[in-house]
């Protein structure tokens, strides 16, 4: 597994968007695709049924040296053995809690990874200690769909600004890639880009390759 600050493509397997697909699949083909981590984003679906496919692609990406990111579900997120959890401003700083220490798991044993809008929302996310932070969304998106755009601008300050590996996130595809990566993202998180893609790990490979060039 490679560490976190050399990951650049971070994909998803979101229940949103399997379109009738095996969770499974989806998960292999986006390992086989290139991803670095890939993130169970299960919206709307009862605590056992993500559970269930937490365990169905945990092997998948264990076997590919995949990092497996839990989205919401931190007591999922240990149950299962995944190396992230990945909670929103709302899960972590407007449920109380400062530090990633507060959550009560040994820093080593789960990375935790948090959203942000906006600088101030980013330096506590910094300084609460987590592994990672996501920068968006920078445009407009459909996958968020009530989420204020943050703007290249967002991403510009935080080429400039932030100490901890980050992924920029939100509307991007291989079209807005180039002015992301102009603007000083080195990581991405893809979501509908590649889901909705015929051949997910066709798609996933585009998008590796036009991050490897930079
Ligand atoms: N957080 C900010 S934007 C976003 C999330 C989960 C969705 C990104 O999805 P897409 O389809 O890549 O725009
Ligand atoms: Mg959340």
Known sequence: MKPLAD??????????????RDPAVVAQQLCEGGSDLIQLRAKDVPRDEVRRLAEVIQPITK??????????HLAIAREVGA????????DFFDAGFTKVSQLGIPHSALRIGLSTHAPPQCERAVAAGSDYVAIGPVYPTGTKPTARPVTLDYVRWAAASVTVPWFAIGGINL????????????????????????????????FRSQLDRV
């Open 7 to 20: 990951c650049r493509l971070y994909t998803f397997v979101d229940t949103a968007y399997l379109h009738g």
């Open 63 to 72: 076997r590919a040296g995949v990092w497996l990111v839990i989205n919401d």
């Open 83 to 90: 190396e992230v959890c990945h909670l929103g401003q709302e």
């Open 175 to 206: 079209t807005t890639l180039d002015d992301v990566l102009a603007a000083g993202a080195r990581r991405i998180c893809v979501v509908s880009a590649i889901l909705n893609a015929p051949d997910v790990a066709a798609e996933c490979r585009k």
